[in-house]
């Protein structure tokens, strides 16, 4: 069951996401697909001598694919017809974050690009709300930047790690 596959995954990259944390210091979190959108399944916050504002660190936290690092790392790097069946679902959304679903020229360039640099980046206008938030609350800035790494095992993707810094602190080109 997928269910138990991405339980099988956040547990393989606790240790993991807490080892990055002591090296770099700033937090990462593990997303994984979940339908619509994805979904935090593990994260390393706790460890993190940054603190960061609200319930962020909360498991089960659900983001949008196309406006996230974490979506656009997955779907810069999964198959072609996993990705294909992905944006099928959202060109038939009304949530203002599935917009670019309907652009494929857009979003094939922005997908490209993070295939091409490695990483993926959150899209500039996103600032950080869930993917509920955005639809039923008004928007805020998190004041965060994130890049982020599609979880490979050969041609399968399993999901996306980033790393969130405070984004005065860092470029993306410098972090």
């Known amino acids: 069951r997928k269910r138990d596959r991405h339980d099988r995954v956040a547990e393989a990259a606790a240790p993991v996401l807490i080892r990055l944390c002591e090296k770099v210091k700033w937090p990462s979190d593990l997303f994984v ?3 619509d959108h ?3 399944r593990e994260t390393s916050r706790p460890y993190s001598p940054f603190v960061f504002r609200g319930n962020r660190e909360q498991i ?3 983001v949008g694919w196309l406006m996230t690092g974490v979506g656009r790392a997955y779907l810069a790097s999964c198959p072609v017809k996993e990705r294909e069946a992905i944006l099928q679902r959202l060109r038939k959304s009304d949530h203002p974050q599935d917009r670019l679903a309907r ?3 857009g979003l094939d360039e922005i997908l490209s690009e993070a295939r091409r640099r490695g990483y993926a980046t959150r899209d ?3 600032t950080g709300a869930t993917y509920r938030d955005f639809a039923w609350g008004e ?3 998190d004041g965060l930047a994130t890049i982020a790494l599609p979880l490979l095992d050969g ?3 399993h999901g996306s790690i980033n790393i969130l810094w405070v984004k005065t602190a860092y ?3 410098d972090f």
């Open 171 to 173: 470029t993306i080109e």
């Open 60 to 62: 089960g936290r659900r």
């Open 103 to 105: 652009n494929p020229k």
């Open 155 to 157: 041609r399968r993707v």
């Open 38 to 40: 994805m979904e935090k």
């Open 124 to 126: 500039p206008s996103f």
């Open 33 to 35: 697909p979940a339908g």
């Open 139 to 141: 928007p805020y800035d």
